[in-house]
């Protein structure tokens, strides 16, 4: 008696599963997309590539925020090897850079208590003016 019953209660949740087109499969893998777009938009998984290497996009996104006491102090000065390896992360060719150095030197005074957001930006739309 039990494994008839067994037997038409799995026939019955068989029965509506199919009848509503789910699967257990699909609903899985629906959970797990669902949950590895959401992982990797909000771990910065969205910064690395395949390789485990930072994506071109955010180089300078990670050196800056990194390394924002030094820049600091080398856009302070108007020159440094932090602010020639940004201005390399940022396309600014070797010949250019110490034009970039001033012109960055100048604008950075005037925002010098800003956040590494502000900086990126700052230094970000200075470069622009000297990549080819």
Known sequence: MRNILGCI????????????????????????????????????????????????DFKATAFVTLNQESLRQDLAAGRGEYLASVSTLLGVPEDRQSAFFSAVQAGYTGTAGTDSPALLALLQDTSRAFVR
């Open 9 to 56: 209660l799995i026939s019955s949740a068989s029965l509506l599963l199919g009848a509503t087109g789910c699967t257990i499969k699909g609903t899985i893998n629906q959970i797990t997309d669902t949950t590895s777009n959401v992982t990797g938009t909000t771990s910065g998984q969205a910064w690395w590539n395949e390789d485990g290497q930072i994506k071109p």
